[in-house]
């Protein structure tokens, strides 16, 4: 673990000091999944040439819980020149959560709602003669209260979108 984790940092590091000049995004809206923690839906649209919002709907189940949430991410992006249609990108957003908890956990057979501030920090990239994007990205959350109040850094996703235009 402690490992991928210096492996992603790295990544991100590289992509920070290998951007440069700003041009027009390849695509406007793109409609997939975010394959991550939680699974979720997911549309972002561009509102201009860099910045986009993220809008998401997801599910997580584990023993003795489950978890769905929705919510939204602004995202500014900054190309990496040389790569064409690869672009790093940070912003910020909120979600609700909504908890069902089992019989036998520790807070009981009840649900609960949680909100939560998030940051995200990510790569995009569109495919080129082809109608896919692909982005990773780490999404952090400071919840305000429920369950987990506190931070939470272990969410993220590569997401796998079908471009509309």
Request: hydrophobic fraction near 45%; charge should be positive; avoid cysteine.
């Given at each position: ?98 908890w069902s908890y089992k019989n036998g956990f520790v807070y009981g057979d009840s649900g609960k709602t ?52």
């Open positions: 673990m402690k490992k991928s984790l210096q492996i992603v940092m790295a990544l991100f590091v590289l992509v920070f000091v290998s951007s440069s000049s700003i041009k027009a995004q390849s695509y406007s809206t793109a409609v997939g999944l975010r394959l991550g923690y939680p699974l979720s839906v997911s549309i972002k649209h561009f509102v201009s040439d860099k910045n986009a919002i993220e809008g998401f709907v997801g599910f997580r189940s584990y023993s003795g819980y489950s978890w769905r949430n929705i919510g939204g991410l602004y995202q500014m992006h900054s190309p990496i020149s040389g790569i064409d249609g690869l672009n790093w990108y940070w912003g910020a957003g909120a979600s609700v959560y909504f949680s909100l939560a501030i998030l940051g995200t920090l990510g790569l995009d990239y569109k495919l080129e003669n082809t109608p896919l994007n692909i982005s990773l990205d780490w999404v952090p959350a400071l919840f305000i209260n429920g369950y987990s109040s506190g931070f939470g850094g272990g969410y993220g996703a590569l997401s796998v979108r079908y471009v509309l235009n």
